[in-house]
């Protein structure tokens, strides 16, 4: 029984692992800062579009490794400083998705 409360509490857990960050801050974020680069609304720019129908197929584990990490060689800057793991999967997920509107 202890165990199957555990299981679930660990469950919830990595649920939470994704925060629900309907956040507004992290949206203008990326609206904002990933647009200067990648476009306004994503479409890309001096970085290349973040649309879900240029990103389609794409993991989002790379996807969340690229904002952390950046793109060496290219102007792809890491976000390690600024973001969380859980909020560049957040992102990531997002984009996949249709990333949503400010
Ligand atoms: C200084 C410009 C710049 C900024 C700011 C920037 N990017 Fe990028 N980004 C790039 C470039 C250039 C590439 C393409 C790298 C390459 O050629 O592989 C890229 C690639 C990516 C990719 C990989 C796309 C793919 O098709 O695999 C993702 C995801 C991404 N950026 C997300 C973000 C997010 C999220 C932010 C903000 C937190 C951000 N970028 C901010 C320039 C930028």
Not at 55 to 66: E, F, N, Q, R, V
Request: charged share 20%; aromatic share 6%; net charge negative.
């Amino acid at each position: 029984m202890i165990a199957f409360i555990a299981h679930g509490f660990f469950a919830a857990g990595s649920v939470a692992a994704e925060p629900d960050i309907a956040d507004p801050r992290l949206v203008r974020l990326v609206r904002q800062d990933c647009g200067s680069c990648h476009g306004m609304t994503l479409q890309g720019g001096l970085g290349t579009p973040l649309t879900r129908e240029a990103l389609s197929g794409k993991p989002a584990d790379s996807l969340a490794a690229t904002i952390l990490y950046g793109r060496p060689g290219t102007a792809m800057p890491a976000w390690k400083t600024l973001l969380t793991e859980a909020q560049a999967q957040w992102i990531a997920n997002r984009l996949l998705d249709g990333f949503p509107e400010e």
